[in-house]
């Protein structure tokens, strides 16, 4: 089993990209899109849409199924906990640090 740093790493990076951002809000919305769907607002070919989505499901952020000729993509919103994960875990760090830094601060 991969550890919950590495899957925060790679949601990160598939994240990291505006299209393939743009591509997961578009998701969030709806049960499932084609891959034609998903590609159409950002004006790539099939093939550039296809590699966007391919690291989106990397990450394990989207699933991808085939029936017929159409590729069918969903939102795996339960993939996105361990960067949630992360995240908080950050904020407590960066709370109790700051929480630090004024009480030194207010001492002097």
């Known amino acids: 089993m991969v550890n919950n740093n590495v ?3 790679r949601i990160f990076f598939a994240m990291g990209q505006p299209t393939r951002r743009r591509m997961v809000e578009r998701l969030a919305g ?3 899109m084609s891959l034609s769907e998903l590609a159409k607002p950002e004006s ?3 093939p550039g849409a296809l590699k966007q989505v391919r690291i989106l499901e990397a990450s394990g952020i989207v699933t991808c199924k085939k029936e017929g000729r ?3 993509c969903s939102l795996n919103r339960k993939a996105l ?3 949630a994960t992360w995240a908080k875990e950050q904020g407590f760090f960066w709370d109790a640090s700051l929480a630090r830094l004024e009480k030194i601060i207010n001492v002097k």
Do not use: D, N, S
């Open 81 to 83: 906990g361990p960067a």
């Open 44 to 46: 790539i070919t099939l």
């Open 70 to 72: 159409v590729q069918w």
């Open 7 to 9: 899957k925060a790493e």
């Open 30 to 32: 709806r049960e499932r």
